[in-house]
């Protein structure tokens, strides 16, 4: 249902709006940043179009919805790029099913992930249909950057662009759906960057989001230590993002911001002390190497190495 959808109340009510009236167009545009909820409004979007219950919401009980949800209904279909790309084939086998009637749904929907991933052969098989799209069928294009879009593609399709969630929307909505305390959410959604996938993920497993103790290579680390706390990133790369935390409310708390712009604002005083020894340029140094490592490691780098380089390059950048 469209409720459980994390923000994005405006184009929730916009593509309501379009259904309760009648007025739904042919192709639409998702585009915005990666892990936002683009997919989710796209699939929820089609079983409202098709639900047999409510009439501009899915459900999620009727036999269409759960279908949809299962990925067997006869006339919405998902359609991923194969490889890295959306092929020609891919299109065309799309477009056969299109020129046929709906079999159970009131609409055809399909569904194109990374759209902007289109071989040129592709996006100009799917700019023919879009020129003469089948009646009741619904493309719903799902895509990050617009740029690699034809714009003759882009003027067929009706706009509609996703944003990053605001951190207090994604706090209160794992709050309540996971009935997590308000320092961790608060906490999760700073570390996904406005990514409700990312934020879902890490309420599963909220051990990922750390612990509040602070960092003993903020402090200063014995040469021993070092290596044992790179065995323990090594293991759960994802804590990269919460040692994160911990230096972004170093520079904060330098800069002398209040309590509610931390991650960890009942670790402020003692942020405060060691915020006196390291230098603003080493802190931002700190920042840019755990980004770095993270990026590395999102391309199979040899974890535990590039965490012992790491661990030993925040030691040596700790100390004035």
């Known amino acids: 249902m469209f409720k459980d959808v994390i923000g994005h109340g405006r184009i929730i009510e916009m593509l309501r709006s379009q259904i309760r009236a009648g007025k739904v167009a042919g192709a639409y545009l998702f585009a915005g940043p990666e892990g936002v909820g683009k997919h989710l409004v796209a699939v929820t979007f089609a079983k409202a179009l098709n639900c047999l219950q409510l009439p501009d919401d899915s459900c999620d009980s009727c036999i269409s919805c759960r279908k949809i949800d299962d990925g067997n209904h006869p006339d919405v279909q998902v359609i991923k790029p194969s490889g890295s790309w959306l092929k020609i084939d891919q299109i065309r086998a799309m477009q056969r099913r299109a020129s046929f009637r709906a079999m159970e749904g009131r609409y055809k929907v399909f569904i194109l992930l990374k759209a902007d991933r289109m071989t040129d052969e ?27 879009i034809l714009p003759t593609i882009l003027s067929r399709c009706q706009l509609f662009r996703f944003h990053h969630i605001p951190r207090e929307t994604i706090s209160k909505a794992l709050q309540r759906r996971f009935l997590i305390d308000g320092t961790t959410a608060s906490r999760i959604a700073l570390l996904c960057e406005g990514r409700v996938e ?69 670790s402020q005083e003692e942020l405060k002390e060691i915020s006196r020894k390291i230098p603003r340029g080493r802190i931002l140094e700190a920042m840019r190497e755990i980004m770095l490592t993270r990026d590395m490691i999102r391309h199979n780098i040899n974890a535990m190495l590039a965490m012992e380089v790491l661990c030993l390059r925040l030691r040596g950048i700790g100390y004035v």
Request: charged share 30%; proline share 7%.
């Open 122 to 148: 592709a996006a100009n098989s799917m700019l023919k249909t879009l020129e003469e799209p089948p009646s009741d069928t619904v493309f719903i294009l799902v895509a990050t950057n617009m740029s690699m």
């Open 198 to 266: 990312k934020a879902l993920e890490m309420a599963e497993n909220p051990d990922s989001v750390g612990d509040e103790e602070i960092p003993k290579v903020l402090r200063g680390m014995e040469i021993l230590e070092i290596f044992k706390m790179a065995d323990e990133l090594s293991s759960s790369p994802e804590k990269l993002d919460w040692l994160l935390t911990w230096y972004r409310d170093l520079m904060l708390v330098k800069e002398g911001v209040t309590p509610d712009k931390l991650a960890h604002p009942e």
